[in-house]
């Protein structure tokens, strides 16, 4: 094959823009990777949903042999019966004119997926790249959500470990060790090599420069920086929605919508101005309430929509497009903070204005591609930006992440040495 310069981007990146739709094609494992300096992630165990593999991701579902559990079956068979026509309620068909207006955008976003050739046979290989997998029954992961919320969190430690290396006739691998507490206290990895943390028998890879804090949302105003210039310049929020698909694969605990009424999104926001990401579902009754509330609430203007369509390594669609209850897109909604339109003018900063679609291959359950590289021209005041992600599972370089669970993508088992 002849590689396009776009493909070969692709490669260096992980993003590859699609010219004629305006969209962009997205490598997770290749973005996060940039995080690293001796590790990779394993990307059989990021794209375990497309081996058919249990349980990574809070999927207790389909088993290595490819068979799926009889529920698992029952739903699928239940999703591709056709649908008898009845009419549509009115929250249903208030949902039908906002998917009949992001419709042209996602079909066209798809179609000029289907037409860039080199990146479809390039896809197989990307996601079967490596072929370790994981041993899911011996590598049961820490339940850091239970841990946190138990009587023990206040005595649990992680033990930091931090490779030296002094001069040239050192040993590579001397590892220099330091104790310090897991739950509700600030961690920061402020070398510019990789860390590793050991806790009860398990090992957690920590990117160079990133900070986390794994409190309950109580504790989240231990968020807020003590220098009013110390805000963050993209804040992106993942909340647990409440919603029936998460509460069926008991993937993790949710919270009503009123909750994040008490988020402090303007307190972490920089006065010079922050981009702000919400993930949404596709559930009209959110759709108000974080317009009509929650928005206000936390001071964020001039949004715009982000669809991020899911496709399968094959370039397909995961499911209908036109299917009512299972899109197989999620949206963002993107807008500002604290903006002012005429200080950040003749500077490189870019407005967002127009939707946009973003596609990939999707990870575990629920586990969002990176965004900071795609939005990195829209995010106003100083350079380098600083990031925070509000609910996060993983720790990227340079970042600062917070949630009940922020080390969950962090389990050794994810990665392997460069
Ligand atoms: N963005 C993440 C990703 O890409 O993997 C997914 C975030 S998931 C939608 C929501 C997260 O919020 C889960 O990790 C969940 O455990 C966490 N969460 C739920 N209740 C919480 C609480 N009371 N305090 C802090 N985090 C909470």
Redesign the pocket.
């Known amino acids: 094959i002849s590689e396009s310069d776009e493909l070969r981007a692709f490669e260096a990146t992980g993003i590859y823009r699609l010219a004629e739709s305006g969209a962009a094609f997205l490598d997770p494992v290749r973005i996060l990777n940039a995080s690293y300096r001796r590790f990779r992630l394993v990307p059989s165990a990021y794209y375990s949903r497309s081996f058919g593999t249990s349980r990574q991701g809070g999927e207790a579902e389909t088993e290595r042999t490819g068979e799926a559990s009889p529920e698992r079956k029952k739903r699928k068979r239940k999703r591709q019966r056709q649908p008898k026509p009845r009419e549509l309620n009115e929250v249903e068909r208030m949902a039908e004119a906002r998917h009949q207006e992001a419709r042209p955008l996602l079909s066209s976003a798809h179609k000029s997926l289907l037409k860039a050739k080199d990146l479809l046979e390039f896809l197989p290989r990307m996601i079967k790249e490596d072929v370790r997998m994981l041993d899911v029954e011996s590598n049961l992961e820490k339940n850091l ?1 239970e841990l946190g919320s138990s009587w023990r969190a206040p005595l649990c430690e992680m033990t930091l470990c931090f490779q030296k290396s002094s001069g040239e006739d050192s040993e590579e691998g001397i590892c220099h060790k330091t104790s310090t507490p897991l739950f509700n206290s600030t961690i920061s990895i402020e070398e510019n090599d990789d860390a590793e943390g050991e806790f009860q028998d398990r090992r957690y890879i920590l990117p160079r420069r990133c900070c986390f804090l794994m ?4 504790h ?1 105003r231990g968020l807020i920086p003590d220098n009013y210039n110390q805000g963050y310049n993209l804040i992106v929020v ?4 409440e919603n029936g698909c998460v509460r069926q694969k008991v993937a ?4 009503p919508n009123r ?1 994040f009424l008490y988020l402090p999104v303007q307190e972490l926001a920089h006065p010079a101005g922050a981009l702000l990401v919400l ?1 949404i579902t596709n559930r009209e009754k959110l759709w108000k309430f974080v317009e009509e509330e929650l928005f206000p609430a936390w001071g964020v203007k001039d949004h715009t929509v982000f669809y991020w369509l899911k496709v399968k390594p094959d370039g397909s669609l995961i499911g209908n497009l036109d299917l009512l209850h299972h899109r197989p897109y999620e949206c963002l909604l993107v807008g500002y903070i604290n903006l002012n339109k005429e200080a950040v003018r003749g500077s490189k900063f870019k407005f967002l204005e127009e939707r946009r679609v973003i596609m990939s291959v999707p990870g ?1 359950h ?3 591609p990176p965004l900071q590289k795609l939005l990195s021209e829209y995010i106003p005041g100083p350079k380098p930006a600083r990031c925070i ?1 509000l ?4 720790l990227v370089s340079g970042w600062t992440s917070w ?3 922020p080390l ?2 962090q389990d050794a088992m994810y990665f392997f040495n460069k």
């Open positions: 959500v409190t309950d949302l109580k989240v993942d909340p647990p929605w993790y605990p949710t919270l909750h993930w575990a629920s586990r969002k992600e609910f996060a599972r993983e949630g009940n669970e969950r993508f």
